[in-house]
């Protein structure tokens, strides 16, 4: 770490180590390999020659292992055949500023050293952190920042210096998902495409390395959004990811819901029900958008699709009046109004809201009506009403056929620019029976999105496009302008597969997993929405996150997907629609979870499912 650009250890939103250089002997070891070791861990190999009778040949090999918790250690080999004696220098710096700073480009100067114990410390008015060594150094030099060991190697023989780094008062960083209480299973799987296998693997240990306990209640947890600038709860992204990774059982949904629950608004007042988050920029388009909004209403969303999934009926009661509440408030919003607006006066009415908003409608009123609660029949009425008004208001007729407009203007106008967050009308939610809810597209109009989804214009052989590419202000590295953003992809594979779209939904399918490849599996909440080429790879967004949770997520979406599990544990059946067309060839899953038991299944070449394991009583159909 140089302390250039967004290098560095944060902690609590702050960089508490900028700078970690290493010279042996005097020099900088030559680096060989840089890699993510796993979704906690980064390895560093770099190799040295200690004298220049040694030939071209190193004989010396440098490993340097960073871990997320604030651990780096530093071991040296020696391969040469005679012992050797080796000064090893650390070089250590920090600017202790905050992510917003760094974001920005306006961190300030290195902060002075001082000698603190086996290791250095800087302070600041907003805190303080230090570095302390395993051994202790021979030499400590705070104006240089700088700690210094000699290191005697035999031949064949290894040594290591350890480093943690933490601000003060702060305790060990411990992974939850490291624990025997981690509420994923541990699934797994095979088939034709290697790449499955790696990616499904690779997912799961992602959300195990985000996983935060809630500190007033240590038995519930929630995904961090992702490192390293989302290292916190965001509500509407830890719903998303948690409704994605159901088939590894619902503890995770529960967790999730149980800490939102705890932090809703409650009162008198327009806002009362509200899942409280975040402004998020919205793209070139439209103004920043409230992921409040969005929080509030995938809470009932989840809780009803935990439900069919396996939540059990106690669970499921605990967590029923916080969802009341917030189908409450979608009502009260409303009002007369056909459409659900932006929180803030004089916001566009959006259609990605719409489409969030008729979701949870559709799935609340049927939660409402299994635990015999009151209002889903209100709740129906207005999504009924919803759907002509939207078909006639959003949609946009032009000479391809026509598309749904982004949005409507204060004054009326549509904002008519393509970008990914028109999949969201294609994720409709799950409802008893193994059946879809029905969408605010009518049959032509999905149709036509579908098409639109699966062109160039969209599809940027990787993988969705934020924006089209045909769009004035089309940017490929455009977080909302244009990049591939995993989330949006993986839910237009899964909504194209059920709307019966296979051809555009394999497409996108096939472009993410080849570009997981270049990530070594680990999926980036983004990347640059750049044409794929003959013999090109995708091109890494500098300010995304990774590991994170929504494309962890998605990565159990995308291939679990290829199954079409549509459970309804309450009703004791599970439904089976697989992708007929097998666009990666067989595939199995095994370790799943439905009705709280394993659940293994698999779909052959020929696109027929076969289940390998299911709860006892648990009806299959197809």
């Known amino acids: 770490m140089t302390g250039q650009g967004l290098e560095g250890f944060y ?23 840089a890699r993510m070791a796993s979704a906690d ?13 040694a030939g071209p040949d190193p004989d010396v090999v440098v490993e340097r292992n960073r871990f997320a918790d604030g651990t780096e250690r530093i071991t040296l080999h020696n391969a040469a055949p005679r012992p050797v004696r ?14 917003g700073s760094i974001a920005s480009g306006t961190a300030g100067p290195e902060l002075p050293a001082s000698v603190c114990g086996s290791g250095l410390r800087w302070s600041s008015p907003t805190g303080n952190a230090s570095v302390t060594a395993e051994p202790p150094p021979s030499d400590a030099l705070a104006s240089a920042g700088l700690l210094r060991w000699e290191l005697d190697l035999p031949p064949g023989g290894s040594r290591s210096v350890e480093l943690r780094v933490r601000p003060d008062g702060a305790g060990p960083v411990r992974a939850v998902g490291r624990a025997a209480t981690s509420p994923l299973a541990a699934a797994s799987a095979e088939g034709d495409d ?26 519930d947890t929630h995904l961090a959004a992702g490192a390293p600038w989302r290292c916190g709860l965001a509500p509407a992204d830890a719903l998303v990811a948690a409704r994605m990774a159901l088939p590894l059982g619902t503890g995770l949904a529960a967790g999730t819901l149980r800490i939102l629950a705890r932090t809703q608004l409650t009162g008198p007042g327009p806002q009362s029900g509200m899942i409280p988050g975040p402004r998020r920029d919205a793209g070139p388009y439209l103004p920043p958008q409230c992921t409040g909004t969005e929080a509030t209403l995938l809470f009932p969303v989840l809780l009803a699709e935990a439900r069919r999934w396996g939540l059990g009926e106690q669970e499921t009661e605990e967590l029923l009046p916080a969802a009341e509440r917030c189908l409450t408030w979608l009502r009260t919003t409303v009002g007369d109004s056909t459409y659900l607006g932006d929180p803030h006066p004089g916001g566009p ?11 949870a409608a559709l799935l609340g009123a049927e939660l409402l009506d299994a635990c015999g609660r009151t209002g889903g029949a209100a709740l129906r009425e207005w999504a009924q009403a919803l759907r002509p008004a939207f078909r006639e208001d959003f949609w946009l007729d032009d000479r391809g056929g026509g598309r749904p407009a982004a949005a409507r203007a204060p004054d009326g106008r549509p904002v008519p620019h393509l970008g990914a967050s028109a999949v969201h009308l294609l994720d409709t939610g799950l409802l008893g029976g193994g059946t879809v809810a029905p969408g605010l597209l009518d049959k032509v109009q999905t149709e036509k999105l579908a098409r639109l989804l699966g062109s160039p214009v969209m599809d940027s052989g990787w993988g969705l496009r934020g924006l089209g590419a045909k769009e004035p202000g089309f940017n490929p590295f455009g977080h909302r302008a244009g990049a591939v953003r995993i989330q949006e992809t993986a839910l237009a594979v899964a909504g194209l597969a059920a709307a019966g779209y296979e051809k555009e939904a394999s497409s996108l399918l096939r472009g993410v997993l080849e570009a997981a490849e270049s990530f070594a599996h680990r999926l980036p909440e983004m990347y640059a929405g750049e044409q794929r080429t003959e013999g090109s790879a995708p091109l890494p967004h500098p300010a995304a996150c990774r590991p994170a949770a929504t494309p962890a997520g998605a990565g159990i979406l995308l291939l679990t997907t290829l199954a079409g599990i549509r459970p309804d544990a309450p009703a004791g059946t599970v439904t089976l629609r697989p992708v007929r067309s097998a666009p990666l060839g067989e595939v199995g899953f095994t370790g799943l979870r439905v009705a709280g038991a394993p659940f293994s299944v698999r779909v052959s070449r020929l696109g027929l499912v076969m289940v390998e394991e299911a709860a006892d009583g648990l009806q299959l159909g197809a």
């Open 11 to 33: 902690r609590g939103g702050r960089r508490v180590l900028s700078r970690c250089e290493i010279r042996v002997g005097g020099r900088e070891p030559l680096a060989v390999q």
């Open 41 to 53: 861990r980064a390895r560093f190999v770099g190799t040295l020659r200690t004298s220049p009778q």
């Open 86 to 99: 080796l000064p090893v220098e650390v070089v250590l710096g920090t600017d202790l500023a905050d992510l």
């Open 194 to 219: 290697p790449g499955v296998s790696a990616l499904l693997r690779t997912s799961i240990e992602d959300l195990q390395a985000l996983l935060l306990r809630d500190s007033a209640n240590p038995a």
């Open 349 to 359: 009415i959006r259609c990605e809201t719409q489409a969030h908003a008729h979701r």
